[in-house]
């Protein structure tokens, strides 16, 4: 089966930035994926590394180390639209298998 | 472009009965995937559909069922609903075969009473 780990809650100001760790145990791994998902919203695509290293998109980098199992998502100059749910994903064959989200809190 | 289309949104049912929930992927998409959202959790899989073919079935009880049509939308059936079936249930299209990048719907609320 598959297993994820991400904290559940992060609150930050305006303007800051925020780092989202996801460490996986998981058979038939592909990449990682994560998504973002606001109260009530579907979740929307964010990235997804397959290869180890940094991929920049934006204000938001997410980076994978397959050796490690591990992975993260880099929220940079935090706006007040960035509260929201983030999931992390693990993806095999057929399936996404989705992390517990972190609750990302932005004050003003 | 029409996104990922779900209904209905919401839907209230009693133990015992029956529920349909229906999903149109994005045009030209093949693949469509359902997955529960419970409260507070993350999304758990529950199916995947490619070209009317069935690639993948999540830990669910034989009371799921799914089906592809020709024009690759897709049915989530459940039947005997229980209490703990009440959820987001979240309908995803992607292009390809393996979900590296999986467009999801609204989703349909389910409320069992």
């Known amino acids: 089966g598959q297993s994820l780990e991400q904290p559940s809650e992060v609150t930050a100001v305006e303007g800051a930035i925020v780092q989202i760790n996801c460490t996986y145990q998981t058979s038939g791994f592909y990449g990682l994926s994560w998504y973002q998902q606001h109260d009530g919203g579907a979740p929307t695509f964010l990235s997804y590394?397959?290869?180890?290293g940094l991929e920049e998109t934006g204000r938001f980098s997410s980076f994978l180390s397959r050796s490690d199992s591990y992975g993260y998502l880099l929220l940079q100059e935090l706006q007040m639209k960035d509260s929201a749910s983030y999931f992390c994903?693990?993806?095999?064959?057929?399936?996404?298998?989705f992390g517990a989200g972190t609750t990302v809190t932005v004050r003003a | 472009d029409a996104g990922v289309t779900q209904s209905p949104t919401h839907l209230i049912k009693t133990r015992g009965q029956q529920v349909t929930l229906r999903c149109s992927p994005i045009?030209?998409?093949?693949?469509v995937s359902w997955y529960q959202q419970v409260l507070g959790q993350g999304p758990q899989f529950i199916f995947q559909?490619?070209?009317?073919?069935?690639?993948g079935r999540g830990n669910f009880p034989d009371r799921f069922s799914a089906r592809q049509f020709p024009n690759y939308s897709s049915e989530l059936n459940v039947n005997a609903l229980l209490l703990g079936d009440s959820a987001l249930y979240l309908c995803?299209?992607?292009?390809?075969?393996?979900?590296?990048?999986?467009?999801f719907g609204q989703g349909t609320r389910l409320t069992v009473v």
């Open positions: 995803a299209s992607s292009l390809l075969a393996v979900d590296t990048e999986a467009f």
């Open positions: 559909y490619y070209e009317k073919e069935e690639r």
């Open positions: 590394n397959a290869l180890d």
């Open positions: 045009s030209g998409h093949k693949s």
């Open positions: 994903a693990v993806l095999n064959d057929y399936k996404l298998s």
